[in-house]
């Protein structure tokens, strides 16, 4: 979804179903291949799972169903005959709630899986497969040997668009986690972009090698989202954190604190992906969006808060992994 909020609202309207169907298409198809390939990981993770369903009646319309109920399921037990449906693990209940249904379960920690690429690179994943599959078919019938060039634009483009499951170094509401992965380049004070209060300010680049997939440093509500149109220049620059397109979110942490993260985008990523809303609420280390090739995080705290960094200019850092400080 563009963060760009200049589409009128019925053709907005349009876009938020049609996102919705798919993304509840992906989340059914990513757990009938998980209980079918990889019932052990599933069996690790419903271990770790904590918590109760709160609203079976909608729950069930999408969340996963056992398709050997009839006949006893051995990964589910007892649980599935009362509820019969829930979330697998840490990723379904991201999923579950981005579909609008609050879920009660969470999970103290979960089995590190490597998804192939994240739901917003798939449309660009698929077109250069296709793309690259017809000019290798074509080259084919004329240079044989040269056909296998044309795998390795399809292979960067997947692993540019990786989604590796993150889980926190430390966990607690006074943590805050890096909101992407990258280099830290910057550690200072400035103004916040919504606000406008004095705050701490910690600047993640990402070059073309890292994730891209932004999470939230910590648990609470979104209160405010800002998108602001600017200039594309290389996101390594300091002038590119003010001057380029960025998209702004404002988190009301469970900590008490209210801390700001932005999205920048940078000379080669001009698209900024944010599916976080106003009101709607994100755990530590849940996505929310992602920026697409090179680009830069920020993340701001208010300068009333007793805060302390434990990141140093230079250090690489895991988007939902690495702790980049913690209120005192």
């Known amino acids: 979804m563009n963060s760009n909020p ?19 298409t992906w989340s059914k198809a990513r757990r009938f291949w998980l209980v079918r390939a990889r019932p052990g990981y599933v069996r690790k993770n419903l271990a770790l799972r904590v918590g109760q369903c709160r609203r079976c009646d909608r729950c069930c319309s999408i969340a996963f169903r056992c398709y050997n109920y ?33 879920c009660g379960y969470s999970f103290r920690t979960g089995v590190p899986q490597f998804s192939p690429v994240s739901l917003h690179g798939l449309p660009i994943v698929v077109a250069c497969l296709g793309a690259c599959g017809l000019a290798a078919a074509i080259t084919a019938a004329f240079i044989s040997w040269w056909a296998f060039l044309f795998a390795l634009p399809v292979a960067f483009v997947v692993y540019f668009f990786r989604d590796p499951e993150r889980f926190p170094d430390q966990i607690g509401t ?10 830290v380049v910057s550690v200072g004070q400035g103004s916040m972009p919504i606000s406008g209060k004095p705050a701490y300010v910690i600047d ?28 594309f220049l290389n996101a ?41 809303d106003e009101g709607e609420r994100l755990e530590a280390g849940e996505r929310f969006g992602m920026i697409r090739f090179g680009s830069r995080t920020r993340l701001f705290i208010p300068l009333d808060v007793p805060f302390e ?18 209120f005192l």
């Open 6 to 24: 200049g589409s009128n609202p019925i053709e907005r309207v349009r876009q938020e179903r049609i996102a919705g169907l798919v993304l509840q």
């Open 70 to 102: 009839n006949g006893g399921c051995s990964i589910h037990g007892a649980h599935y005959r009362q509820c019969k449906a829930f979330p697998i693990d840490r990723r379904d209940t991201e999923l579950i709630r981005k579909l609008g249904v609050e």
């Open 174 to 183: 006074e943590v805050l986690l890096a909101p992407a992965d990258g280099k």
């Open 204 to 231: 993640i680049f990402l070059s073309i090698f890292n994730v891209h997939v932004n999470r939230s440093p910590v648990a609470g509500q979104v209160l405010a989202k800002k998108y602001k149109a600017g200039r």
């Open 236 to 276: 390594i620059k300091s002038s590119a954190a003010e001057e380029n397109e960025s998209n702004t979110l404002a988190i009301g942490s469970d900590y008490g604190p209210r801390i700001e993260v932005t999205q920048v985008s940078g000379a080669i990523a001009r698209r900024i992906v944010c599916t976080a």
């Open 309 to 326: 960094a434990t990141v140093q200019i230079g250090q690489k850092v895991k988007g939902g992994s690495t702790v980049l400080g913690r």
